[in-house]
Every structure is written in structure tokens, then in C-alpha cells.
């Protein structure tokens, strides 16, 4: 098991930035893919974003593609999330996972293949 910790949220205005990160601890972060989602309350968990064990097969959902960018630094078991251009759709509560790759390079989208969770950061995004 591993145990993650994300920080960086924030409220922010729209066309703001802000970078979230996300700390492991308990597993060898290398070995691990990871993943960003967000949630509303009474919506399901949404896809963000999610980077290979190399960093190199990063995937984004279309809704933040080309705004957003994932990212990650095995020495310091950390992750990151580069958040450009924010919308006011963009406030949710921000979670990272992560999971044994079930495969080279995978980068899952669906959160039922993710093993372990942060406890989330807010992401407010005002108009």
C-alpha cells in the first residue's frame, strides 16, 4: 500500500495557475502509475489526468488537454499537476492515485483500477 498526500489547492481566479503535487510514501514510487481525478458533489469521480511509471505516456482528458499538465519526479516520490488557464468548471476536489501498472506504459482512466487515494486538495475556480 501506498500513501499519498496531495497539496496545492486553492481558489484562484479564472485564466489562473496553480500546481498541485502529490507526495508518496510506502512503495517504491517508480513502480507505480499515477493518476489525477476531480469530483464534484453528486457527480462521479472524473479522469484528469495520468503518467507511466517513466513519465513518458502521459494521457489527459479532453477537457483539460493542452491546459493541464501531469508530471512526475520518482527521485522525490512526487507528483505533480500543472494547471494553466483555469475555468470555473475546473473547481472540484483534486485527487491523485496510484496503482501497480497492469501492463508497460499504462495509463489508466477508469478510478476502479487505481489501488490507493489521496485524501484530496479543493481547486476553486472564481469567474
Known amino acids: 500500500q501506498v500513501q499519498l498526500v496531495e497539496s496545492g489547492g486553492g481558489l484562484v481566479q479564472a485564466g489562473g495557475s496553480l500546481t498541485l503535487s502529490c507526495a508518496a510514501s510506502?512503495?517504491?514510487?517508480?513502480?507505480?502509475?499515477m493518476g489525477w481525478f476531480r469530483q464534484t458533489p453528486g457527480k462521479e469521480r472524473e479522469f484528469v489526468a495520468a503518467?507511466?511509471?517513466?513519465?513518458?505516456?502521459?494521457r489527459y482528458a479532453d477537457s483539460v488537454k493542452g491546459r493541464f499538465t501531469i508530471s512526475r519526479d520518482n527521485a522525490k516520490s512526487t507528483g505533480y499537476l500543472l494547471m494553466f488557464s483555469l475555468k470555473p468548471e475546473d473547481t472540484a476536489t483534486y485527487y491523485c492515485?496510484?496503482?501497480?501498472?497492469?501492463?508497460?506504459?499504462?495509463?489508466?482512466?477508469?478510478?476502479?483500477?487505481?489501488?490507493?487515494w489521496g485524501q484530496g486538495t479543493q481547486v476553486t475556480v472564481s469567474s
Open positions: 492515485a496510484a496503482t501497480s501498472p497492469p501492463r508497460p506504459e499504462a495509463t489508466p482512466f477508469d478510478p476502479k483500477e487505481y489501488d490507493d
Open positions: 510506502g512503495r517504491t514510487f517508480g513502480y507505480l502509475v
Open positions: 503518467i507511466s511509471t517513466s513519465g513518458f505516456s502521459p
